[in-house]
């Protein structure tokens, strides 16, 4: 998947746009950081519905781990995708570094 997506921004001589990268990540990173802030307030939500409603605490339980679940996975994925956005910006110094280098 990383050499893969790398392909979406490659231009016509076969160089990657590597500010479209670290874009790209940023907006992936901003929107897994929003679902897992959802998904935490609702896993507390519901955990708040279980005690409230003991005749249906089960079934709130039940959503409160999926929940709580998914959060953890979006926010796993928030760090994925601020780790990837490092590595693009990184890879746009040296790029940027190597074409001043290049002028000379």
């Keep these: 998947m990383t ?8 231009s016509k001589a076969g160089t990657v746009d590597h500010k ?18 959802a998904a935490g307030a609702f896993a ?3 955990k708040h519905e ?3 409603h003991p005749e ?4 709130h ?9 998914i959060a953890i996975g979006a926010g796993t994925l928030a760090v994925h995708e601020k780790h990837e956005r490092k590595h693009a ?13 290049s002028k000379h």
Excluded at 20 to 37: N, P, S, T, V, W
Excluded at 56 to 59: E, I, V, Y
Excluded at 61 to 69: D, G, I, L, N
């Design 3 to 10: 050499g893969q997506h790398n392909l979406v921004h490659a």
């Design 20 to 37: 479209a990268e670290e874009k790209k990540h940023k907006q992936r990173q901003h929107a897994a950081d929003a679902c897992a802030l």
């Design 44 to 46: 507390l939500h519901e």
């Design 50 to 52: 279980a005690k409230k």
């Design 56 to 59: 249906q605490r089960h079934a």
């Design 61 to 69: 339980k039940v959503r409160e781990h999926v929940a709580a679940a």
């Design 89 to 101: 910006k990184e890879a746009a110094k040296k790029q940027q570094h190597g074409a001043h280098h």
